[in-house]
Nanobody, 123 residues
Framework: QVQLVESGGGLVQAGGSLRLSCAASGRTISRYVMGWSRQAPGKEREFVAAISWNGGVTYYADSVKGRFTISRDNAKNTVYLQMNSLKPEDTAVYYC????????????????WGQGTQVTVSS
């Protein structure tokens, strides 16, 4: 069992930056693909970013490519999402997730999910 707790969300002006953190407990995440997804009101959950076991492979949704960076620190059992050049359309609840697989892709089908952290980008 992996427990995931997101933090770092908040209210930010368009063009600003936030760094989300996801602290994992219960098991080491070193053999889990980690990802971030988001869900805006009235919309389906969508893939944002994913990262391989050692951080060597990353995937991003086209909508965030070039603006967001996913990273991980397995020694700290933590994954991050650095979000720059934020846009109002980035407003959503952001969820950290873990999947017991070696495959990195754009799926939102993960084994474990955090409770989410709200990101609101004002115009």
């Amino acid at each position: 069992q992996v427990q995931l707790v997101e933090s770092g969300g908040g209210l930010v002006q368009a063009g600003g930056s936030l760094r989300l953190s996801c602290a994992a407990s219960g098991r080491t995440i070193s053999r889990y693909v980690m990802g971030w997804s988001r869900q805006a009101p009235g919309k389906e959950r969508e893939f944002v970013a994913a990262i391989s076991w050692n951080g060597g492979v990353t995937y991003y949704a086209d909508s965030v490519k070039g603006r967001f960076t996913i990273s991980r620190d397995n020694a700290k059992n933590t994954v991050y999402l650095q979000m720059n050049s934020l846009k109002p359309e980035d407003t959503a609840v952001y969820y950290c997730a873990a999947r017991n697989t070696i495959r990195v892709d754009t799926t939102t089908d993960y084994d474990y999910w955090g409770q989410g952290t709200q990101v609101t980008v004002s115009s």
